[in-house]
């Protein structure tokens, strides 16, 4: 695909993922994403068959970005713990953030029927993240700035503690420092020394 047909992909979703954010997985239509990316239905269609097809390759990006950057910068020697700060300010931001989650749009996309009984693919990028998170804190513990862990139960604390908080944001108030004391404690669990940086 040339970059003209990169970039206007790149554009429908970001269109979409703010239109799944906001309205949720089952009630974007393929003509709201046309009408917010200004596009023609063929226009549209050119690129994506559906809906679907939109969100998975949105949810597919999310992981892999996270994921190569974390693994890029491992092979470049960062330090475990600048690292894991970046990863854990980013998620405190988006905690925070309710307008711009997708964990109504990510319950309502992996329940459809026909998508979970296919195969599942939420289940594919949990193991993925997994492995990603695993390589990380074996990465820290190697260098001596992690602490001896259970680091599949450290992973499950970070995914589920950070994806609870951005599903009840879409449904309550959230108080600034629920994310803030949750990234304290991970940090502490993590981390030798604990504490804030």
């Known amino acids: 695909m040339n970059k003209r047909g990169q970039e206007t992909k790149k554009h ?26 200004r596009l023609s239905r063929g226009g549209l269609y050119c690129h994506y068959e559906s809906t679907r097809q939109i969100f998975q390759e949105i949810i597919d ?10 693994d890029l910068r491992m092979e470049q ?15 405190e931001n988006e905690m925070l953030d309710s307008q711009s989650s997708l964990s109504i749009a990510i319950y309502e996309y992996f329940s459809i029927g026909d998508i979970a009984n296919q195969r599942n693919t939420l289940y594919e990028q949990y193991l993925v993240s997994a492995n990603t998170w695993k390589k990380l804190i074996q990465y820290g513990m190697d260098r001596h ?34 994310p803030s004391g949750i990234i304290k404690e991970i940090r502490k ?7 804030k940086p």
Not at 77 to 91: F, G, W
Not at 155 to 168: A, E, P
């Open 12 to 37: 429908i979703k970001n269109c979409a993922c703010s239109l799944f954010a906001e309205k949720g997985f089952k009630q974007v239509t393929m003509k709201d994403i046309c009408d917010a990316a």
């Open 145 to 178: 700035e992690f602490n001896e862990v259970n680091i599949s139960a450290v992973f499950d604390l970070i995914v589920f503690s950070y994806q609870g908080v951005r599903m009840y944001s879409k449904l309550m108030p959230i108080d600034k420092e629920t």
């Open 189 to 195: 669990i993590l981390v030798k020394g604990g504490g």
């Open 61 to 70: 990006d999310m992981t892999s970005e996270q994921d190569n950057a974390i």
């Open 77 to 91: 020697n960062h330090s475990a713990v600048a690292i894991l700060d970046d990863i854990l300010h980013k998620y």
